[in-house]
Antibody, heavy 119, light 110 residues
Framework: EVQLLESGGGLVQPGGSLRLSCAAS????????LSWVRQAPGKGLEWVSL????????YYADSVKGRFTVSRDNSKNTLWLQMNSLRAEDTAIYYC????????????WGQGTLVIVSS | QSALTQPPSVSGSPGQSVTISCTGT?????????VSWYQQPPGAAPKLMIY???NRPSGVPDRFSGSKSGDTASLTISGLQAEDEADYYC??????????FGGGTKLTVL
C-alpha cells in the first residue's frame, strides 16, 4: 500500500525557515517524480514544486522560486521541502504527491502538514 | 489568477448528472490533452479521478467521465450520489514543467 506521510509543519514568524519532510513507502521511491502542492485555508490547490526520481531536475512555481528548495534521498525514501524567507501568503496545508501516469498528474497524496506564517 | 477557469459551484439532485467545465485562459495553460481532475471531500486530501482528459484510474467509478472540446475540458458525474459532494479541481501541465490548477468547483448534492 502506497503511503505518504508529511511532517515538519508548524508556526513560524515571517522571514523564518521551515523544513518539511515526506516519508514514503509502498512503491519504488527512486522511480517516481514527486511534487509538493499547497492549499491556503479555504482556498484552492496551488502547485509548488516537482523533483524527478533521480533528484536532478527540480522545478518551482514562480511564487516560491528562490526561496524554496526541494530535495530527496532515495536511500531513505524521503522527500523534503526547505522553505526560507517565509511570508504570510505561504500559510497553507502542504501535501506531497506521487507521480501518476505522467509527471503532471498525481495518483497518491499524503494527508498534508499545516504551515502557519505569523508573528 | 488561475489560467484554468472553473465555475465556483454546481449542484444536482441524487441520480442526476452534472458537468464541471475547465477552460484555459492563457496560452501557457499547456496542453488540454493532459487535463486531470481531482476530487477533494471536506477535510481530506485530493484524489485523482481522471487523467489525460478521459482516463479513469483503477477504482474510480465509471459514473465519472472526462472529455474535451477545444480549450474546454469537462468532468461529468452521472447518477449523482451524496458521497460525490466535494470540491473538484482540474489541472494541466505547462510548457515550463509546472502544473496549473483550476480554481476549484464546489459540488453540492441537493
Amino acid at each position: 500500500e502506497v503511503q505518504l506521510l508529511e511532517s515538519g509543519g508548524g508556526l513560524v514568524q515571517p522571514g523564518g525557515s521551515l523544513r518539511l519532510s515526506c516519508a514514503a513507502s509502498g512503491f519504488t521511491f527512486s522511480g517516481h517524480a514527486l511534487s509538493w502542492v499547497r492549499q491556503a485555508p479555504g482556498k484552492g490547490l496551488e502547485w509548488v514544486s516537482l523533483i524527478s526520481g533521480s533528484g536532478n531536475n527540480p522545478y518551482y512555481a514562480d511564487s516560491v522560486k528562490g526561496r524554496f528548495t526541494v530535495s530527496r534521498d532515495n536511500s531513505k525514501n524521503t522527500l523534503w521541502l526547505q522553505m526560507n524567507s517565509l511570508r504570510a501568503e505561504d500559510t497553507a496545508i502542504y501535501y506531497c504527491a506521487k507521480r501518476g501516469s505522467a509527471w503532471y498528474n498525481y495518483d497518491y497524496w499524503g494527508q498534508g502538514t499545516l504551515v502557519i506564517v505569523s508573528s | 489568477q488561475s489560467a484554468l477557469t472553473q465555475p465556483p459551484s454546481v449542484s444536482g439532485s441524487p441520480g442526476q448528472s452534472v458537468t464541471i467545465s475547465c477552460t484555459g485562459t492563457s496560452s501557457d495553460a499547456g496542453s488540454y490533452d493532459r487535463v486531470s481532475w481531482y476530487q477533494q471531500p471536506p477535510g481530506a486530501a485530493p484524489k485523482l479521478m481522471i487523467y489525460d482528459v478521459s482516463n479513469r484510474p483503477s477504482g474510480v467509478p465509471d459514473r465519472f467521465s472526462g472529455s474535451k472540446s477545444g480549450d474546454t475540458a469537462s468532468l461529468t458525474i452521472s447518477g449523482l450520489q451524496a458521497e460525490d459532494e466535494a470540491d473538484y479541481y482540474c489541472s494541466s501541465p505547462t510548457s515550463t514543467n509546472t502544473v496549473l490548477f483550476g480554481g476549484g468547483t464546489k459540488l453540492t448534492v441537493l
